[in-house]
């Protein structure tokens, strides 16, 4: 697919558009990337994407927002390698694996963002966050990715969340288990992973965090 089919609305710190960054590229898709043009959220954006929020796909005229909708209509359509496994309970489990990481991973990890440069974490934000992780631990099957034997629709969102642990952990002084290996070390992953990783930091120092 030619990187004129797919547009994708992006901000360089969002974990979601880093997460669908890393699909695109496992998929092995050309994409053209954006900023939402007035910021996310603004009446101009909104007039393309009508969500306003990031990461936003245009497909031939066709808008879609919300990350795990944008890489499972991609695999839908047939375009690039799949990031959905082959079964219905393997595809299920997959889908529940990165609604995991959207809706309590990240959002515990995001709860910190607000101490970056600031206050002490909170015990029960902290205590939260490390709920979810062990909770992910439980449902991680033995191998380096929640997919399988590959990277797929819940590792891109996982490979994303890592970076942010990462970074948390070095400027909160957390005690947070590193995530970020396997997703490092993937050929395809690694390089957008590294790029984001340093987005996060520059992000943090101008929060006035020793990062
Ligand atoms: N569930 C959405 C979350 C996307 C999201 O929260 N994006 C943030 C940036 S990281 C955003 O656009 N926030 C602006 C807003 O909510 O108005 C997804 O998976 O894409």
Same mark, same amino acid.
């Given at each position: 697919?030619?990187?004129?089919?797919?547009?994708?609305?992006?901000?360089?710190?969002?974990?979601?558009?880093?997460?669908?960054?890393? @699909?695109?590229? +496992?998929?092995?898709?050309?994409?053209?990337?954006?900023?939402?043009?007035?910021?996310?959220?603004?009446?101009? #954006?909104?007039?393309?994407?009508?969500?306003?929020?990031?990461? &936003?796909?245009?497909?031939?005229?066709?808008?879609?927002?919300?990350?795990? &909708?944008? +890489?499972? #209509?991609?695999?839908?359509?047939?375009? @690039?390698?799949?990031?959905?496994?082959?079964?219905? *309970?393997? /595809?299920? *489990?997959? *889908?529940?694996?990165? /609604?995991?990481?959207?809706?309590?991973?990240?959002?515990?990890?995001?709860?910190?963002?607000?101490?970056?440069?600031?206050?002490?974490?909170?015990?029960? *934000?902290?205590?939260?966050? +490390?709920?979810?992780?062990?909770? +992910?631990?439980?449902?991680?099957?033995?191998?380096?990715?929640?997919?399988?034997?590959?990277?797929?629709?819940?590792?891109?969102?996982?490979?994303?969340?890592?970076?942010?642990?990462?970074?948390?952990?070095?400027?909160?002084?957390?005690?947070?288990?590193?995530?970020?290996?396997?997703?490092?070390?993937?050929?395809?992953?690694?390089?957008?992973?590294?790029?984001?990783?340093?987005?996060?930091?520059?992000?943090?120092?101008?929060?006035?965090?020793?990062?």
């Amino acid at each position: 697919m030619a990187a004129t089919d797919l547009t994708l609305y992006a901000t360089p710190v969002s974990v979601y558009c880093c997460k669908v960054r890393v @699909g695109l590229a +496992l998929k092995g898709l050309d994409w053209t990337e954006l900023p939402p043009p007035g910021g996310y959220g603004s009446a101009e #954006y909104r007039e393309i994407v009508p969500q306003g929020t990031v990461p &936003a796909l245009v497909q031939e005229g066709f808008v879609l927002a919300e990350s795990d &909708a944008i +890489l499972e #209509y991609l695999d839908e359509i047939g375009a @690039g390698a799949p990031l959905l496994p082959g079964t219905p *309970r393997a /595809r299920a *489990r997959a *889908r529940a694996l990165s /609604r995991f990481v959207d809706t309590r991973l990240e959002p515990a990890a995001r709860a910190l963002f607000a101490f970056v440069g600031g206050a002490p974490v909170p015990g029960d *934000r902290r205590d939260a966050l +490390l709920r979810h992780l062990d909770t +992910l631990s439980a449902l991680a099957g033995p191998g380096p990715y929640l997919g399988g034997d590959g990277p797929a629709l819940p590792d891109c969102g996982l490979f994303a969340v890592a970076e942010v642990l990462a970074m948390l952990g070095r400027v909160l002084r957390l005690p947070l288990p590193d995530l970020t290996g396997p997703g490092r070390a993937h050929p395809v992953a690694g390089p957008h992973l590294r790029t984001y990783a340093g987005v996060l930091t520059d992000w943090a120092k101008g929060k006035g965090a020793a990062a």
